[in-house]
């Protein structure tokens, strides 16, 4: 079973950015489409971004024009990444990848992001 290892959070003030990594091996098919989910407290898992594994992208609205999902596809090894600028105090949350639209993969331990002044 594929656990994925995500990475990259901190505190950070409103309007920086964060780039998180989230490193995945296995038995990875480079077909699935992958994700980025956030949890904040009291509150559903929701997906921020999506990447075909042809590079077509989706963003919430919510992210839209703030985050940027990429992904490096290898054997038996896929990294995905998510380029966060203009963070806002509302994307305080758990980060974590896995597939889409249908989570694959076991729940990594996420990683936090906090934005706070």
């Known amino acids: 079973q594929v656990q994925p290892v995500e990475s990259g959070g901190g505190l950070v003030q409103p309007g920086g950015s964060l780039r998180l990594s989230c490193a995945a091996s296995?038995?990875?098919?480079?077909?699935?489409?992958l994700a980025w989910y956030r949890q904040a407290p009291g509150k559903q898992r929701e997906s921020v971004a999506t990447i075909t594994s042809g590079g077509t992208t989706t963003y919430a609205d919510s992210v839209k024009g703030r985050f940027t999902i990429s992904r490096d596809n290898a054997k038996n090894t896929v990294m995905v990444y998510l380029q966060m600028n203009s963070l806002k105090p509302e994307d305080t949350a758990v980060y974590y990848c896995?597939?889409?639209?249908?989570?694959?993969?076991?729940w990594g331990h996420g990683t936090q992001v906090t934005v706070s002044s």
């Open positions: 296995g038995r990875i098919f480079s077909i699935y489409t």
């Open positions: 896995n597939t889409a639209p249908t989570a694959h993969w076991s």
